[in-house]
């Protein structure tokens, strides 16, 4: 603990006692907002984990069919097929307030195109045409998995800060303002016990006077 810098009076003293409150104050709303933070964030990483197994499964099975397609048809039919998208997406980002952090939120449309898949039967083998398929619906799965990671980073680095402002607050700020309060106290406390043994002085050299 480190003692403030001030003059040891009445005034300062009734100053440091409406700061220690309102710190006190201060670190109460912080730690609550910092715990509830805490617990959603544990929730979203529970979420987040179950997303991110679900999507690499997806695109597990994608590459396997990738790979299939690839050993039966050429790198150049390969190469044409997926530059040809079978489904159109449009993604708008917003952000929502959690708790006064800022996350991202992503809406997407996804647009079938006219034809179930935008090339030829004949030109391509069954294996193909799933590794296509599932190309496209693997895609929202992991824009949602790429919001979910982005979340938690946030919350995070937010969880990160408000624990230091709460350490400083519980470790610094108000020992501090306690310790300089103890000791302006007793230091007026000193000053009224001199002024007191100084009246009783004078009044007892009156007494004797009259005396």
């Known amino acids: 603990m480190a003692r403030i ?3 040891p ?20 709303l912080l730690k609550d907002k910092t715990d509830e933070m ?7 990483v529970r979420e987040t984990d179950l997303v991110r197994r679900e999507a690499d499964a997806e695109v597990l099975r994608v590459l396997r069919q990738f790979s299939l397609a690839r050993g039966v048809m050429s790198q150049k039919d390969i190469g044409r097929i997926f530059s040809i998208p079978p489904v159109s997406l449009t993604l708008d980002c917003v952000t929502v307030n959690v708790l006064n952090v800022e996350i991202p939120k992503l809406h997407l449309e996804k647009s079938e195109s006219e034809e179930a898949l935008p090339y030829s039967f004949a030109d391509v083998t ?8 599932a190309a496209g619906d693997v895609v929202s799965r992991l824009l ?9 980073a946030m919350l995070s680095a937010e969880i990160e800060r408000g624990k230091r402002r709460v350490n400083a607050l519980e470790y610094v700020m108000i020992p501090d303002l306690e310790e300089t309060i103890r ?5 007026l406390e000193e000053n009224e016990r001199g002024s007191l043994t100084r009246l009783m002085k004078v009044k007892r050299m009156l007494e ?3 005396a």
């Open 144 to 152: 949602r998995l790429a919001e979910m990671e982005k979340a938690c």
């Open 38 to 44: 805490v617990r959603r964030f544990s929730v979203l």
């Open 5 to 7: 810098n001030v003059n």
């Open 183 to 187: 000791y302006i106290s007793q230091k």
């Open 126 to 133: 069954s294996e193909a045409d799933y590794a296509v398929q």
């Open 208 to 210: 004797e006077r009259d």
């Open 9 to 28: 009076t009445r005034m300062e003293l009734k100053k440091l006692k409406a700061r220690l409150k309102t710190a006190q104050r201060g670190h109460k």
